[in-house]
């Protein structure tokens, strides 16, 4: 296998997050101490060998990137502070960048205000257009929200697609998939791994519970959106109504994560918080008022009833936010992470199962 060197690449990868790897002088403490290095697999050092070479193609199929949990131990272990857990986060955002048909992801990287002003835009223009309606919204509200996860479906199935042509078919050039037992066993016992940041032997409770309110906090606003649940101009709610119960968890989930991260990326404690992306900060910072808005949004229903305009006017500013959240965050920055984290250690599994030992 040939592989085409281009020794600028350092350079173009520092745009999304690598500062330091260009220290690294290959000792390699860094794959010593990572838990998922094997006797086969030198990682992290294989792919920052890759990528010192430039081998923008195999980084681009790489799979090792997606694995790793940025627990963080390399980076505490390296001896010229290379920081090898960010160049790993930083290969994620790259790939990313490559995965997305748009180009958007990777402008936004390259102008990170880019991203920022596109958010504020999309924002106020559907708050002008939803102020300015004096229709049925609740109309509106109902067709945007089943526009919301019909989009993101879209966004998703088009990274994933992606990322399978660049590590399966790429690789095999045939399509193929596994559903054995011992593929999907061990696709789940890695996944449940990383979801609980044990992969490294060390637990890291902060992290592991603001990842874990986000995810099941967002995945029960999924569903409340999927499901129409949530109708503050058309009904009068009551505090322990079944539909109260998710939306107060999912709000306050998302709420108690998004601020725990922001309070985490502040303090800068530990090598997976030391560095943030302007991206970073939209996500975290988005997804708190989103969640704050619903709450209040909901709040003000349950107190003065659904006819209260005001009632309407937080519901249109809930969804205005919810316009620039989905438009303009979710699909380039780490929110599409939840997805391709799953869907890369199935692959990986695969890859394993169909290679010869
Ligand atoms: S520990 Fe640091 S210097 Fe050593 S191989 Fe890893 S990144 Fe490079
Ligand atoms: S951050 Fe943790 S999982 Fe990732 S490469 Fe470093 S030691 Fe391994």
Same mark, same amino acid.
């Given at each position: 296998m040939s592989i085409k060197i281009n020794l600028l690449f350092l350079k173009k990868l520092k745009i999304f *997050? &690598?500062?330091?790897? @260009? @220290? =690294?002088?290959? =000792?390699d403490n860094c794959t010593a101490v990572c838990?998922? @290095? /094997?006797d086969k697999a030198s990682f992290p050092r294989k792919v920052i060998r890759l990528a010192q070479l430039g081998a923008e193609k195999e980084l681009n199929s790489a799979i090792e990137p997606w694995l790793c /949990?940025? =627990? *963080?131990e390399c980076s505490a272990t390296c001896p010229r502070q290379a920081y090898p857990g960010e160049f790993m986060m930083s290969l994620r955002r790259y790939i990313i960048s490559k995965y997305d048909i748009t180009g958007l992801s990777s402008l936004f990287y390259r102008l990170p205000i880019l991203q920022n002003l596109m958010a504020l835009i999309v924002f106020s223009l559907s708050l002008w257009v939803f102020l300015g309606y004096k229709g049925n919204f609740e109309g509106i509200a109902s067709s945007l929200e089943m526009l919301f996860p019909a989009f993101i479906s879209l966004i998703i199935v088009a990274y994933l697609v992606k990322m399978y042509k660049n590590t399966i078919w790429d690789r095999f050039k045939k399509l193929y998939l596994s559903f054995s037992p011992s593929v999907i066993k061990e696709t789940l016992i890695q996944i449940l791994k990383q979801m609980s940041f044990i992969s490294c032997g060390k637990v890291d409770l902060w992290r592991g519970g603001s990842h874990l309110l986000v995810v099941t906090g967002y995945l029960t606003t999924l569903f409340i959106s999927i499901f129409h649940i949530l109708s503050p101009l058309g009904k009068q709610y009551v505090w322990t109504s079944p539909e109260g119960i998710l939306v107060f968890y999912a709000t306050f989930a998302v709420l108690a994560g998004g601020l725990s991260m922001v309070a985490r990326r502040m303090v800068k404690g530990v090598p997976s918080s030391m560095f943030s992306k302007s991206s970073d900060w939209l996500f975290v910072g988005m997804l708190v008022l989103v969640a704050g808005s619903t709450l209040t949004t909901y709040l003000a229903n349950i107190l &003065? *009833?659904? /006819?209260?305009?005001l009632v309407e006017i937080l519901f249109k500013l809930n969804l205005a936010l919810e316009m620039a959240w989905i438009f303009i965050v979710v699909p380039f920055t780490k929110w599409i992470h939840i997805f391709l984290r799953p869907f890369a250690i199935y692959l990986h599994q695969t890859i394993i199962q169909k290679e010869p030992k």
């Amino acid at each position: 296998m040939s592989i085409k060197i281009n020794l600028l690449f350092l350079k173009k990868l520092k745009i999304f *997050g &690598s500062e330091q790897i @260009s @220290s =690294c002088f290959n =000792c390699d403490n860094c794959t010593a101490v990572c838990a998922l @290095s /094997t006797d086969k697999a030198s990682f992290p050092r294989k792919v920052i060998r890759l990528a010192q070479l430039g081998a923008e193609k195999e980084l681009n199929s790489a799979i090792e990137p997606w694995l790793c /949990t940025y =627990c *963080g131990e390399c980076s505490a272990t390296c001896p010229r502070q290379a920081y090898p857990g960010e160049f790993m986060m930083s290969l994620r955002r790259y790939i990313i960048s490559k995965y997305d048909i748009t180009g958007l992801s990777s402008l936004f990287y390259r102008l990170p205000i880019l991203q920022n002003l596109m958010a504020l835009i999309v924002f106020s223009l559907s708050l002008w257009v939803f102020l300015g309606y004096k229709g049925n919204f609740e109309g509106i509200a109902s067709s945007l929200e089943m526009l919301f996860p019909a989009f993101i479906s879209l966004i998703i199935v088009a990274y994933l697609v992606k990322m399978y042509k660049n590590t399966i078919w790429d690789r095999f050039k045939k399509l193929y998939l596994s559903f054995s037992p011992s593929v999907i066993k061990e696709t789940l016992i890695q996944i449940l791994k990383q979801m609980s940041f044990i992969s490294c032997g060390k637990v890291d409770l902060w992290r592991g519970g603001s990842h874990l309110l986000v995810v099941t906090g967002y995945l029960t606003t999924l569903f409340i959106s999927i499901f129409h649940i949530l109708s503050p101009l058309g009904k009068q709610y009551v505090w322990t109504s079944p539909e109260g119960i998710l939306v107060f968890y999912a709000t306050f989930a998302v709420l108690a994560g998004g601020l725990s991260m922001v309070a985490r990326r502040m303090v800068k404690g530990v090598p997976s918080s030391m560095f943030s992306k302007s991206s970073d900060w939209l996500f975290v910072g988005m997804l708190v008022l989103v969640a704050g808005s619903t709450l209040t949004t909901y709040l003000a229903n349950i107190l &003065s *009833g659904p /006819t209260d305009p005001l009632v309407e006017i937080l519901f249109k500013l809930n969804l205005a936010l919810e316009m620039a959240w989905i438009f303009i965050v979710v699909p380039f920055t780490k929110w599409i992470h939840i997805f391709l984290r799953p869907f890369a250690i199935y692959l990986h599994q695969t890859i394993i199962q169909k290679e010869p030992k």
